[in-house]
């Protein structure tokens, strides 16, 4: 299995020839392959992470594609014509070649004036782990761990928590587009930092760049 990570938050799971895209979002450049794509997870509706133009275009290249989110997601992607299979914290879905299981239930705060929304986090094949916009930790041990870095919502001692609760084997930084060169470092630093505590290997990826499984 190989993970890819593009602008922000998107990243792509492959196995072979088949693929699985998580959070194509509206800082999403391009995606230079889109053939062999079975199923879109979004973790919340926010257009940094749901972007209609751009699952529209996934499924128009693979119909049989599954989209799948938590209800807020069905709710927003509604109107603009997308089906959207709404997953629950809890629940394991089976999109051949992958294993999803999903966890949390809601984002993470980012101001009283500001509301709550649905959100998951995805466990692939029980090794890859991406939490959305939460410091949602699963009931299992992660091999390798999408970490937020930066965003309204985040602050680093709490991301820093976040990354020391998982205690994962590999890390890297997503959610960074909101952060400057010297803030993605600085953060970035922070995380490394919480993900060698337990023992764990942190890597940056530029977008393009992969981790094998």
Known sequence: MNVTKYE???MVVSKGSDRLVI?????LATLPDTSGVVA????HEHADHFSADRVSQLVEANPDARVLGPQGVADAAAATGI?????????VVEVEPFTLRFFGEKHNVIHSSVPVIDNVGVLVDDEFFYPGDSYTVPDAEVELLAAPVGGPWLKIGEAMDYVLAVKPRRAF???????S????KMQGDRLQWATE???????????????DL
């Open 8 to 10: 922000h938050s998107c």
């Open 23 to 27: 959070d194509p979002g509206s800082f």
């Open 40 to 43: 879109i997870v979004l973790t």
């Open 83 to 91: 089906e959207v299979e709404v997953v629950h914290a809890g629940e």
């Open 173 to 179: 930084p997503v959610h960074d587009m909101t952060l």
């Open 181 to 184: 060169v010297a803030g993605k």
């Open 197 to 211: 505590q337990g023992g764990g290997e942190f890597t940056v990826l530029e977008p393009g760049e992969s981790i």
